[in-house]
């Protein structure tokens, strides 16, 4: 009877099994910890389990789910074919999400379809044995021997059990950045006034960097910054190699430039961004707008090597069993950058005319 009792619980679990999974708004949610629900709007998420990829990833239930890698979701089946799409090829699932009035990149990582779920197994109960018959005592009882104390039993160590499944995955640690001294400075290499420099391709290069922040941002390409960047990095070295500028004059110019390639770091960071939102190019990205970035990631390095920018970063990334993206504030980014540039750039400027 033990043996039917267990044998008709096992089918009922994998019974119910194949009803949840049959379900594409639970698609995968053994593995994401995540669950959604259809409505008039598209789909959203109704659930989220605890110490899952989801809730290490951010996500909350009532966000509204808009994309998933490059599948806009209307529908329960496109959730469905997203997530079996991601974990049939073992990459990671980018999610637009919705939440109030903003829109936000969220991540389920590579690392969600390696996660291990450990599912106990049904319990059966057993059926204690009937109680021993006891004879009937004898008319009459002889009597007993003395009593002789038992022995001395050693106690028992019990054995540890094996677990019977494995600890869930812990939810990611924000890493904190090292936050350096200070951020590149012309007054760290300038000491004394520049003596004999030459005028005209010095004064020439300094005109070109101070040209490369656009009059109008909100307008400008970043193919053409790019390619101005490219050519005052060739004056600046050809002005190194021909000795046309002293070796402090120099390294001056190389930090000055720092500057404007990490300002490049942060406009390529909105551009990305606005390709995966799909904004339209003459919409232009506000200050506040956030952009993803990860650990050991360009924008991270920039972030680390300039302090000041610290203040635009709205979420720290997340390292452990899975990837969690930070935000920051790209153009408030680069607009910081262009300004402590110039900053820079107008002190080394005013050092070369004191040599003259």
Same mark, same amino acid.
Not at 49 to 58: E, I, L, M, N, Q
Not at 105 to 122: E, F, H, S, Y
Not at 175 to 195: C, D, G, N, Y
């Given at each position: 009877?033990?043996?039917?009792?267990?044998?008709?619980?096992?089918?009922?679990?994998?019974?119910?099994?194949?009803?949840?999974?049959?379900?594409?708004?639970?698609?995968?949610?053994?593995?994401?910890?995540?669950?959604?629900?259809?409505?008039?709007?598209?789909?959203?998420?109704?659930?989220?389990?605890?110490?899952?990829?989801?809730?290490?990833?951010?996500?909350?239930?009532?966000?509204?789910?808009?994309?998933?890698?490059?599948?806009?979701?209307?529908?329960?089946?496109?959730?469905?074919?997203?997530?079996?799409?991601?974990?049939?090829?073992?990459?990671?699932?980018?999610?637009?999400?919705?939440?109030?009035?903003?829109?936000?990149?969220?991540?389920?990582?590579?690392?969600?379809?390696?996660?291990?779920?450990?599912?106990?197994?049904?319990?059966?109960?057993?059926?204690?044995?009937?109680?021993?018959?006891?004879?009937?005592?004898?008319?009459?009882?002889?009597?007993?021997?003395?009593?002789? =104390?038992?022995?001395? $039993?050693? /106690? !028992?160590?019990?054995? #540890?059990?094996?677990? +019977? %499944?494995?600890?869930?995955? &812990? *939810? =990611?640690?924000?890493? $904190?950045? /090292? !936050?350096?001294?200070? #951020?590149?400075?012309? +007054? %760290?290499?300038?000491?004394? &006034? *520049?003596?004999?420099?030459?005028?005209? /391709?010095?004064?020439?290069?300094?005109?070109?960097? +101070? %040209?490369?922040?656009?009059?109008?941002?909100?307008?400008?390409?970043?193919?053409?910054?790019?390619?101005?960047?490219?050519?005052?990095?060739?004056?600046?070295?050809?002005?190194?190699?021909?000795?046309?500028?002293?070796?402090?004059?120099?390294?001056?110019?190389?930090?000055?430039?720092?500057?404007?390639?990490?300002?490049?770091?942060?406009?390529?960071?909105?551009?990305?961004?606005?390709?995966?939102?799909?904004?339209?190019?003459?919409?232009?990205?506000?200050?506040?707008?956030?952009?993803?970035?990860?650990?050991?990631?360009?924008?991270?390095?920039?972030?680390?090597?300039?302090?000041?920018?610290?203040?635009?970063?709205?979420?720290?990334?997340?390292?452990?069993?899975?990837?969690?993206?930070?935000?920051?504030?790209?153009?408030?980014?680069?607009?910081?950058?262009?300004?402590?540039?110039?900053?820079?750039?107008?002190?080394?400027?005013?050092?070369?005319?004191?040599?003259?």
């Amino acid at each position: 009877m033990a043996q039917r009792l267990g044998l008709t619980l096992a089918l009922g679990v994998l019974l119910a099994r194949a009803a949840h999974a049959a379900d594409p708004c639970e698609e995968g949610r053994l593995l994401t910890g995540v669950s959604v629900s259809a409505g008039p709007g598209g789909i959203s998420i109704a659930s989220v389990d605890d110490d899952s990829p989801a809730a290490g990833g951010g996500l909350r239930a009532g966000d509204r789910l808009v994309q998933a890698n490059a599948s806009v979701l209307t529908s329960c089946d496109d959730w469905a074919r997203a997530v079996r799409e991601a974990r049939r090829e073992r990459k990671a699932l980018l999610l637009l999400v919705r939440r109030d009035a903003d829109e936000m990149p969220l991540m389920l990582a590579q690392g969600t379809w390696d996660r291990v779920v450990a599912v106990a197994p049904p319990t059966v109960p057993t059926v204690p044995p009937s109680p021993p018959t006891v004879p009937p005592l004898p008319s009459t009882v002889p009597p007993l021997p003395p009593a002789t =104390p038992p022995a001395a $039993t050693p /106690p !028992v160590t019990p054995s #540890a059990e094996a677990p +019977a %499944a494995r600890a869930p995955t &812990p *939810a =990611p640690t924000p890493t $904190t950045l /090292p !936050v350096p001294a200070a #951020a590149p400075s012309v +007054a %760290a290499i300038v000491k004394e &006034p *520049a003596a004999g420099a030459p005028s005209a /391709p010095l004064d020439e290069l300094l005109r070109t960097i +101070a %040209a490369l922040t656009p009059e109008e941002p909100s307008t400008a390409r970043i193919g053409a910054y790019q390619q101005q960047l490219l050519r005052v990095h060739r004056q600046v070295e050809s002005i190194a190699a021909r000795g046309a500028a002293s070796p402090e004059v120099t390294t001056g110019l190389r930090t000055v430039v720092r500057y404007y390639d990490a300002a490049e770091v942060a406009w390529e960071a909105d551009e990305e961004a606005r390709e995966r939102e799909k904004r339209p190019r003459h919409f232009p990205s506000s200050e506040g707008a956030t952009a993803p970035y990860f650990a050991d990631s360009d924008a991270e390095a920039t972030i680390v090597e300039f302090p000041f920018l610290r203040e635009t970063v709205a979420r720290e990334p997340g390292t452990g069993a899975i990837e969690v993206s930070g935000l920051w504030r790209p153009i408030q980014a680069r607009a910081l950058l262009w300004e402590k540039g110039r900053e820079q750039l107008d002190r080394l400027a005013e050092w070369v005319r004191a040599g003259r």
